[in-house]
């Protein structure tokens, strides 16, 4: 199954220890058939699609499909050491890399280092029923799709649980060229960390991002966003609020959503809305998506829902279709 730096690290606190190094390989992989419309239309148009993923204008962004090697070692002591390689892989376009990192965990949490997946996008992105699917609320205006859907390089985080409470801190170490001399480094190390808090049948998030001046880069690149989370039985309910700085566009994203489990099928309605500070438009971004998913066994699932993004910049897409899930 895919995993997260964060859930890696968190999980490897948490877990028994081993007596000898353990390898592990896993992957999933995912192939839809969308029909899109609208003025922008997948990634060339209206039409009939074959992808994994999708967002505004890409019919494979923000995809699923991931081929993970994950190695731990007992060093003794209540100690592991950990190694992860990720690949990122989409059904028909090609093979990139997500997740490359080594680290320590043990009593004091885990310790990673490499290109990791940064906590203000773990803290609450598997909260979106339709994740990487043409349905995902990054990049369709219900979640800032940069802060949401990439990975960081040259990155050292620390990852524990304390009662129950998540606690996650990276930083991005930036040695770039000053723009003024090729002798002097910029030295503005980004920084992001998230706490989730459980309360009772209630998740609390809260995470925050900072990127000013990374590699020459924009003053007042920051976003904070808060989350809460609820689950009763079959119902789940969950929304956040994004507060994104002047170089993310000034303004604010918001995003709910709820789901219904009935049996083996689950049926989910989000809704999102983007300010047009940030699209750029004459009108705030609205999103919507509608689905149904089917647990045919533990491992492969199959959904159908239909999503629409009526963009502030008086564009709009909307995509219909089906889609099947198979993790190994």
Known sequence: MKKSAIAVAVAAVLAAPVALADVSISGQLQTQVVSYGGDIGGAAGNGLYVTDGGVMG????????????????????????????????????????????????????????????????TATIGWDPFVSTFMQARGNGGMALGLHGSEIDNALAYAGAFGGVKVVAAVVVDEANDATSTWDTVGNHAMAFSVNAPIGPIELALAYIDLSEMGNGPDNASAFK???????????????????????????????????????????????????????????????????????????????????????????????????????
């Open 58 to 121: 890409n019919a494979n962004g923000g995809n699923w499909g991931a081929l993970n090697v994950v190695a731990t070692e007992d060093l003794g002591d209540g100690m592991k050491a950990l190694a992860k390689y990720s690949f990122n892989i989409q059904t028909g376009t090609g093979i990139g890399t997500r997740e490359a990192y080594v680290g320590l965990a043990g009593g004091f949490g885990a310790v990673l280092g490499g290109k990791l997946n940064h906590p203000y996008k």
């Open 226 to 328: 808060v989350g809460a989370k609820w689950n009763a039985g079959d119902f789940t309910v969950a929304g956040q609020v994004e507060s994104l700085d002047d170089a993310f566009g000034d303004g604010n994203v918001m995003y709910l959503t709820g789901s219904y489990k009935m049996g083996n099928n689950t049926i989910s309605a989000s809704f999102g809305s983007t300010d047009k500070e940030i699209d750029g438009g004459s009108d705030d971004t609205t999103y919507i998506a509608l689905g149904v998913s089917h647990a045919m066994s533990k491992n492969t699932s199959a959904f159908l829902g239909y999503r629409s993004t009526d963009a502030g910049t008086g564009l709009d897409e909307t995509a219909f279709g089906a889609g099947l899930r198979v993790k190994f």
